[in-house]
Nanobody, 116 residues
């Protein structure tokens, strides 16, 4: 199994920046991709950014150019650098890890609130 723990959520003004971190533990060598999802009130949980083991990344269109996902060399920590934050970025952000290309694990979530 894989366990995930996120940190970094906060209240920030529009235009500001935050960096989220997610630390993985357990069977981290079986992780084939890690990413960030977010869920706003009464909305679906949507993919924000994904990074796989060879470093390839994928971003949701609305965050492209503002958010950057990266992964520590050891592969056990993933970051989401969020710049030029907008009120519509307000959501609970969840870290996710894919194990062996098929099993998805979730973190507990961290709240990001962007005020006007």
């Amino acid at each position: 199994q894989v366990q995930l723990a996120e940190t970094g959520g906060d209240l920030v003004q529009a235009g500001g920046s935050l960096r989220l971190s997610c630390s993985a533990s357990g069977r981290i060598r079986t992780i084939t991709a890690m990413g960030w999802y977010r869920q706003a009130p009464e909305k679906h949980r949507d993919l924000v950014a994904l990074i796989n083991t060879d470093g390839a990344t994928n971003y949701e269109e609305s965050v492209r150019g503002r958010f950057t996902i990266s992964r520590a060399a050891g592969g056990d920590t993933v970051y989401l650098q969020m710049n030029y934050l907008k009120p519509e970025d307000t959501a609970v952000y969840y870290c996710a890890a894919v194990q062996n290309y098929r099993t998805l694990y979730w973190g507990q979530g961290t709240q990001v609130t962007v005020s006007l």
